[in-house]
DNA sequence: TGGAATAGTGAATCTCATC
DNA sequence: GGATGAGATTCACTATTCC
């Protein structure tokens, strides 16, 4: 079944039978008091929609109407998942604990992301709440494991353990001493901190819906909560992700919304059904990070800012010359001191620069007395010590004869 | 200031004046209707507290009159931090709305750790909320910067923007078709998503107290919200950790908490943070907790191991002498290069040592020749492109003459 | 006074030139 | 031509300015 329904959520509930839903997403408007608005990339159609309200209480109460609608229409192992952001998430989970029970209270999923955004006096918001509450104890769950950490100790996977007299966690041996291998691992439980990455501004999946979600994070959400051929409903539908993300999945799907675009916007991405996958998930974030550990320590070291994704550059000095950023190069190890500058000097962006800072790491090769006024060549602590240690060591070498 | 107070927490705050604390961090028990249990790792002390309610209401009550005080309590320019689990959060978060209105709420800040599984039919819950809020809108607030992500390319912070007449952000060319640097860049500001490690269980910092917090995340939130000097409280302060971090920043504080157990090991922890040189050795890789963030990066790009602070040795090279460690001392803000010397001469460890390392970091004293074949005197990077830009702003005003 | 325009953001993608 | 990498782009942001 796949159904799109324009109309009021509260009146198109009514309309569904009893308990036969497997899972509800809810991604109601989060009570910001703005409009939101947002204009396709061609500019042709302006989607927007009002969060503004009278009182919290109204909100509320039309929140509460909804909710006692989706118990009533999800079935006995059915699952239900609200979306919000800290506007208003306390007061709507009083509310769920209300219909739902706090004993049905399964999780409190935190979707985190990086975000652009001009600095405030506070902390950024990068996060937003998703509620998991099923309707009985009895509800349906697939388990979903990722990887170990690596810094995970091999050892703890492979031996069964066993609490001793004190209550410590120890490794279980067998009458003769000796270890006992667990059962087969799959790796670690999904956790409740979801890191997805918000949809970005140039992703081809934005389709110029404002609060768009990325498809990636409600196939997690029916992953988790449903089977293929299950019934999946979203309420407040919008741009229709978690419709396409339903039918990427092989479930039915019922989507509600109130605004004819939003409908039409649905149902044209059904036929597209264009997902991107994240490239920075399939990647992984490591995989972007070219710096190693001493580079990063020694840029910390002297209040520079690291830069990844550029070959002449490492980093930058927080203060300026001229009003232009100091840009920072470190020798690489089997580079000679010759090529570290000529690396930074062919950075495009540091051509701009009045001057460039190269730090020597080594003396494998000499250098050439150096012309350049807008370079400075300092030579990095370790490498000082390691030059004095050498001098004592010859004048030890040198008195002992 | 240091006061640990030892009793009921409602009580012991209605003694403290109005409008004298700057900051107040509140990890009550988070109504887990459960019984905590720790035992110290030697099995010589079981610390235990109830957090069993008669009701929710209960909680929420004695809750309340606890954040009325602290309101009052507060300075004008003061925050305040709760700490709660999905158990009661939502609850709390409507006292804290209650009691400091709405519109000072700051932040929901997430606390997300790994840890290890006991596999539960459900996600893997792995963050903590940490509530902020505060007295009035003029609050204190120190943004702290992070990296960029490694996704993010130069090119775009280092080009000021602007709008063209589409709409559209291009970079930003004067007359001439030239590119216009952008303004100082400090970073990214931090986000309301913190991971930090949860104490591992084998950690140094473990003293055998449940619910345990790690001292770095104390210390990033005495850093954002007050300054060196100003005053700290933890009404529940249970092992401690608050006024450890507060220590370790130079804050006054006060802690109060009604067990006898949690004051005295509070005290020990406090006390063990001045440790004797002739205990550092042993120790080994102690935890580097009072160091500051500059003096560590600068010990690990040298390759260095950072022992707690002591009167003369911040680390020790990984690299030996003559078979014998390698003390390094690095100048402190308003000390002269004299008296680092000394500091570290001093030093009974470093009296063992055929060789030490002091590194300068300020020229503000001049040094006389160094007679000592035992020390090596090394300028830090920070120094060196500190004197290098001086040569080059000479330069720039000898030409312009 | 207070909503609207605007100017500054950076994450993660897309694009396009280069190999 | 596929892979790679540098550069440009866009926005459920936020603070400031502008009437």
Same sequence: chains 1, 2.
Avoid at 41 to 63: E, G, K, V
Avoid at 107 to 116: A, D, G, H
Avoid at 320 to 331: A, L, M
Wanted: net charge positive.
């Amino acid at each position: 079944m796949e159904k799109i329904i324009k109309g009021n959520c509260l009146e198109e509930l009514k309309n569904i039978d009893s308990e036969i839903v497997d899972l509800i997403y809810l991604d109601p408007p989060f009570f910001t008091q703005k409009k939101h608005s947002l204009t396709t990339r061609d500019n042709r159609i302006n989607y927007q929609f009002y969060d503004i309200w009278h009182s919290l209480n109204d909100y509320l109460f039309m929140m509460k109407k909804c909710l006692i609608e989706c118990k009533r229409i999800l079935k006995k192992t059915g699952n239900i998942f609200l979306h919000c952001d800290k506007s208003a998430s306390h007061h709507l989970r009083v509310l769920l604990d209300q219909i739902f029970l706090p004993e049905n209270f399964r999780s409190e999923i935190i979707w985190s992301y990086k975000r652009w955004s001009n600095s405030k006096k506070g902390l950024l918001n990068s996060h937003q709440t998703i509620y998991f509450y099923s309707k009985t104890y009895d509800f349906k769950f697939n388990t979903i494991y990722t990887d170990y950490s690596p810094t995970t100790n091999v050892d703890q996977i492979w031996q069964l353990r066993e609490k001793n007299d004190y209550g410590k966690s120890v490794y279980k041996k067998d009458k003769n001493g000796n270890i006992i291998l667990a059962q087969e691992k799959k790796g670690v439980p999904l956790s409740d901190v979801w890191e997805i990455p918000f949809l970005n501004p140039k992703a081809k999946e934005r389709v110029g819906y404002p609060t768009q979600k990325p498809v990636l994070l409600l196939q997690q959400i029916i992953n988790i909560s449903t089977d293929e051929g299950d019934l999946v409903l979203d309420a407040f539908c919008g741009s229709g992700t978690t419709c396409v993300a339903a039918k990427s999945l092989h479930r039915n799907f019922i989507g509600i919304d109130i605004s004819e675009d939003a409908i039409a916007l649905t149902q044209k991405r059904l036929n597209e059904m264009i997902i991107t996958n994240s490239k920075l998930l399939e990647k992984g974030k490591t995989s972007y990070i070219e710096k190693s550990e001493d580079e990063l320590f020694l840029l910390k070291s002297i209040n520079a800012i690291p830069v990844q994704r550029n070959n002449g550059i490492d980093g930058f000095l927080k203060r300026q010359f001229n009003e232009k950023p100091i840009p920072v190069r470190i020798q690489k190890k089997d580079e000679t001191l010759e090529n570290a500058i000529a690396s930074i000097n062919n950075s495009e962006q540091a051509k701009k620069s009045d001057l460039k800072i190269v730090i020597q790491t080594n003396n494998y090769h000499q250098l050439f007395p150096l012309e350049d006024e807008k370079i400075i060549v300092i030579k990095s602590s370790e490498l000082l010590i390691k030059e004095e240690l050498q001098k004592v060591n010859m004048m030890v070498y040198n008195k002992s004869n």
